[in-house]
Nanobody, 121 residues
Framework: QVHLVESGGGLVQPGGSLRLSCVASGRIFSIDAMGWYRQAPGKERELVAAITTGGSPNYADSVKGRFTISRDNAKDTVSLQMNKLKPEDTAVYYC???????????????WGQGTQVTVSS
């Protein structure tokens, strides 16, 4: 079994900051890309940021300059530092990892359970 567990969501005022973290655990052979997605009420899930094993990041235009993604390959973790938060950042944020489980023939896409981020005064 493989699990992705997120932490760090919550309520914050506009202009504030939050840091999300996600740890992958279980029978994992290797992890490829990791990232964060979000889904607001009535909207489709969208990519926020992703990062390769080598540390190359990719961001949605809406968060460039405000969010920073990072990962620790030794600890199988990915984090998202969110600064200058806006009300439109309000959503459920999901951790994502493309990884190869032990004894698996190929890579599988895994999701965390999601963590709520609410930006409101």
């Amino acid at each position: 079994q493989v699990h992705l567990v997120e932490s760090g969501g919550g309520l914050v005022q506009p202009g504030g900051s939050l840091r999300l973290s996600c740890v992958a655990s279980g029978r994992i052979f290797s992890i490829d890309a990791m990232g964060w997605y979000r889904q607001a009420p009535g909207k489709e899930r969208e990519l926020v940021a992703a990062i390769t094993t080598g540390g190359s990041p990719n961001y949605a235009d809406s968060v460039k300059g405000r969010f920073t993604i990072s990962r620790d390959n030794a600890k199988d973790t990915v984090s998202l530092q969110m600064n200058k938060l806006k009300p439109e950042d309000t959503a459920v944020y999901y951790c994502n990892a493309l990884l190869i489980p032990l004894y698996s023939a190929g890579a599988v896409n895994y999701w965390g359970q999601g963590t709520q981020v609410t930006v409101s005064s």
